[in-house]
């Protein structure tokens, strides 16, 4: 699939069809995600693979705004080492991004539930609630779980209406086109 293709398709998908995804199309994502940049190539980036149900299903309950993980086939979480780059929250959205271009190119579905800064329940946020789950280490902090499978809805792609050309500024703001 063209790039530009791939741009349009992607949507967030939040309902999957039953059926594992590929162990292949999941190293083909994590690949996407590794060549995505980083600041100053240092690459602070974790991933957490869970294709494991019962995990998935808990990784729903993290916060309202995941419960689309409870039909996912497989989830990756999103993390990045505070300790090797104050840029980590950039990188690993960065990162992110490609996971779900590489899905869309692979003709699978992905959405996006963040946790950074985000709450499980008053006395816990939703970070601290994944770390425990997981076994994720201090230093390694939490960006988001995404959501991957085959979709089980349909989504138009996008068109060249949504283009917001009046946000284009050329050489000093309000220099529109």
């Not at 292949?24 to 590794?34: N, P, R, T």
């Not at 899905?103 to 008053?122: F, I």
């Not at 996008?158 to 946000?167: D, G, L, Q, S, V």
């Amino acid at each position: 699939m063209d790039f530009f293709e791939v741009v349009k398709k992607r949507r967030s998908i939040r309902k999957y069809q039953e059926g594992k995804v590929p162990r292949e199309y999941v190293e083909k994502i994590l690949e996407a995600a590794f060549y995505s940049p980083s600041s100053m190539n240092r690459r602070p980036w974790h991933f957490v693979v869970v294709d494991d149900r019962e995990i998935i299903q808990k990784l729903a309950n993290t916060r309202r705004a995941l419960r689309f993980l409870e039909t996912a086939p497989l989830a990756i979480v999103v993390c990045g080492d505070e300790n090797m780059s104050l840029s980590w929250v950039f990188d690993a959205s960065i990162a992110a991004e490609h996971i779900q271009l590489a899905a869309t190119a692979l003709g699978l579905g992905a959405c996006w539930g963040h946790v950074l800064d985000r709450q499980h329940s008053e006395e816990k946020s939703a970070e601290d609630y994944v770390r425990e789950l997981l076994g994720i280490p201090e230093h390694i902090r939490i960006l988001c779980v995404i959501g991957i499978g085959y979709p089980a809805e349909d989504k138009e792609e996008h068109k060249e209406e949504e283009i917001m050309w009046n946000r284009v500024h050329w050489n000093r703001f309000g220099s529109n086109l």
